[in-house]
């Protein structure tokens, strides 16, 4: 076990739901995980399963009014963040807890200049001495945006979607955080891009130490920074693994079937494994494990009651009656 | 035994003029979305097109679709110049030649029920009695992998997955020998994506269907695909049988590009091959376009465009070094 100093972030059996007219979504049902210092966590899973609601519910970003933390804990330093006050929370956002959103373009403001943007963040958190601007130019320094002198003075559309991303991953690591959550920073890139914009990311992690979660759907991104996955599937999460076993040796059947259904570049296969079936319904899901009308190696208790954690061994949990 | 060419492109190009002024709007520039490429695709195979956002893929696409016109250049339809088609030979070329494309939340009508849907394209064409239409609407259904009674529903009422199935069953209603696929399995998960790349894979056999997929997702079009093009900034820098391209690639381009790749492997790490951003189509760098990003580029590649050569047979490429 790590020792309690350790961890930046536990979240205990979360629970956030949407409150619809259609019924009760249980978008996050019973979400549990804990953050180290220093550690990327890749949260993998897909469209759907939570991901994004559960790092909302870590920022108390969940929209409203429909949706609503339902309960749980989530510990940031010891300290419960669903205690804390608007003001409080707001103090944190953007400075030791910080958000990188899915599409650059409709994250910035297209009618403020990026210097602007990247400016306010210092200025919300008291950090606004003397040359504000040389800071802004330094944060487009440190995400390598070219001639950032008079970049700073550009409008986000004068930016290709790369550089958007990189103006973004600079006003999140802009006050070091030490939680920096980004979800899916890569997915609306192109794969040259995509590997400037991991390889920057992991050089700004080693540099300040950050803890990130990073959330995709995509397996090849987390393998290439994250040093633990966990996947979920349906609002919960099914496996949480280190990142050699999890792509090697999946214990979970659709962490194992998500692998598989993956091509390979340059390994051609004559034909992809799938896994048949939808995705669950998360309004009125059905009591046993969400992914059982997709699983060829369910029981019969696979459908009547949801299945404990068990941990296989050191940092590898799982969640299947296999193992139970 | 050879096979039948069926869509020849020839020196095709697409510009986009930039206007300027309201009243009186001057052309002040052209995007040359697709500058002057040619290809073949032979019956019943897949060409797939990669490259990066903006180079030209789906502007490629739609000329061929006929949603655009080109600016120049000709599209041979089984060795005829759709240019010069009549009226019911254009009719009879635009039932062979359908397409699914990236969003299947968007492009399904949201009013419409499936069985109108798949029988859109019938009704256009005329074919069929009503009867005989909702008979192969239902045998569409199970083509792709759906039950006869989503025959009744309207696409908010399925996946992701299931209405990129009903994307490519109005796509197969009128028989047609070629389909056209742009990103079809980008808005899917993983778990889906494999799914329908089966599906396409099964349905090209049974019915002998030619393919051109257009995907950022290189494994994906790797997959599926007996040839593949990759486009930069409106050119074709390579075309390739796909083995070959993967194992052999030749342009700078597509060596980084596939270098790039990231793979799901935590042991095998990517390298940051290409530095820098695509330059705009507005204004592509003189010389080969790809030059200012080339790690071998040398002095005559920023004056001359290289010419497209054949290396080897089947495998083109445009560029200096060969
Ligand atoms: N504002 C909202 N109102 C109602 N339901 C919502 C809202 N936001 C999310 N949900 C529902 O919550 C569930 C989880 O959504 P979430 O956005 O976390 O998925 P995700 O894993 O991030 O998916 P994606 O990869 O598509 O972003 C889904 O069923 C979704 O429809
Ligand atoms: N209707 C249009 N008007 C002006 N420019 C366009 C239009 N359609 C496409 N373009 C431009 O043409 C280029 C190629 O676009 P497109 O073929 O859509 O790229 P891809 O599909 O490869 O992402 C882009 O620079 C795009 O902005
Ligand atoms: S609990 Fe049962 S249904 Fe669920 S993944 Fe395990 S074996 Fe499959
Ligand atoms: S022509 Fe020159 S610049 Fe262009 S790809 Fe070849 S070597 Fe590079
Ligand atoms: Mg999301
Ligand atoms: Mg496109």
Redesign the interface.
């Known amino acids: 076990m790590a020792s309690q100093k350790d961890i930046l972030l536990q979240v205990k059996d979360l629970k956030t739901s949407f409150f619809t007219k259609k019924g009760v979504i249980k978008a996050v049902d019973g979400v549990s995980f804990t953050v180290k210092k220093g550690e990327v966590i890749g949260l993998v899973g897909e469209s759907g399963s939570g991901k994004s609601v559960t790092s909302l519910s870590i920022m108390r970003l969940v929209p409203q009014p429909a949706g609503k933390i339902v309960s749980g804990e989530i510990l940031f330093k010891n300290e419960n963040l669903l205690n804390k006050s608007e003001s409080e929370m707001r103090e944190l956002r953007g400075n030791k807890l910080a958000m990188i959103l899915q599409d650059p373009m409709v994250s910035l403001n297209q009618l403020l200049t990026v210097g602007y943007q990247i400016g306010e963040t210092f200025k919300y958190h008291g950090k606004a001495d003397g040359s504000l601007l040389t800071k802004c130019i330094n944060i487009l320094k440190k995400v390598k945006v070219p001639s950032p002198e008079t970049r700073v003075n550009n409008f986000p559309f004068q930016f290709s979607g790369g550089m958007c991303q990189r103006v973004l991953i600079g006003t999140g690591i802009a006050n070091n955080p030490e939680l920096l959550i980004a979800d899916e920073p890569t997915t609306a890139l192109d794969v040259t891009i995509q590997a400037q914009i991991l390889k920057l990311m992991k050089d700004l992690q080693k540099e300040i130490n950050a803890s990130i979660i990073l959330i995709t759907h995509d397996l090849a991104t987390i393998a290439q920074i994250c040093s633990k996955v966990y996947v979920m599937y349906g609002g919960r999460i099914v496996e949480k693994a280190p990142v050699k076993d999890f792509y090697h040796d999946p214990q979970h059947p659709y962490s194992e079937g998500l692998i598989k259904s993956v091509p390979v570049l340059g390994k051609r296969v004559k034909r992809l494994y799938a896994i048949e079936g939808q995705p669950p319904n998360l309004i009125n899901p059905p009591p046993g494990c969400r992914f059982e009308p997709r699983c060829s190696k369910a029981k019969k208790v696979c459908s009547q009651k949801y299945p404990p954690e068990v941990e296989l061994k050191k940092d590898h949990q799982v969640s299947c009656w296999l193992y139970s | 035994m050879s096979k039948k060419k069926i869509i020849s492109v020839e020196n095709l190009k697409k510009y986009f003029p930039i206007t300027k002024g309201f009243i009186f709007t001057n052309v002040i520039g052209n995007v040359k979305a697709v500058d002057n490429i040619s290809f073949d695709i032979l019956e019943g195979q897949t060409l797939g097109l990669v490259g990066?956002?903006g180079c030209g893929k789906s502007t490629t696409a739609n000329v061929l679709l006929g949603l655009e016109p080109p600016t120049s250049g000709q599209i041979k339809f089984q060795g005829e110049d759709i240019a010069q088609f009549s009226k019911t030979q254009l009719f009879s070329f635009r039932r062979n030649i359908q397409a699914v494309f990236q969003d299947p939340f968007r492009s399904l009508s949201p009013r419409k029920k499936v069985k109108q849907i798949i029988s859109e394209p019938m009704s256009v064409h005329r074919v069929g009695l009503r009867e005989m239409q909702y008979e192969r609407v239902m045998e569409l259904l199970s083509l792709v992998g759906l039950s006869p009674e989503h025959a009744e529903l309207y696409p908010h009422e399925f996946?992701?997955?299931?209405r990129q199935r009903i994307a490519i069953a109005r796509a197969l209603s009128l028989n047609p020998k070629t389909i056209i696929l742009d990103e079809p399995l980008s808005a899917l998960?993983?778990?889906?994506?494999?799914?329908i790349?089966?599906l396409l894979?099964d349905l090209q056999k049974k019915f002998n269907l030619t393919f051109l997929i257009i995907s950022?997702d290189?494994?994906?079009v790797?997959?599926i695909s007996d040839n593949i093009g990759v486009m930069y900034l409106g050119i074709l820098a390579e075309i390739a049988p796909?083995d070959k391209l993967?194992?052999n690639p030749k342009h700078p381009y597509t060596v980084?590009?596939?270098e790039?790749?990231?793979?799901?492997?935590?042991?095998?790490?990517?390298?940051?091959?290409?530095?820098g951003?695509?330059p705009s189509p507005l204004n592509p760098p003189p010389g080969c376009r790809f030059h200012p990003r080339c790690p071998k580029a040398k002095a005559e590649c920023k004056k001359t465009e290289p010419e497209m050569k054949e290396i080897t047979s089947g495998h083109f490429v445009s560029c200096h070094l060969y």
């Open positions: 990066e956002s996946s992701g997955g299931q998960d993983v778990s889906i994506q494999a799914q790349l089966n894979i950022h290189l494994a994906v790797e997959h796909s993967y194992s980084a590009l596939l790039s790749v990231p793979i799901a492997d935590p042991d095998a790490k990517v390298e940051v091959s290409l530095e951003e695509v």
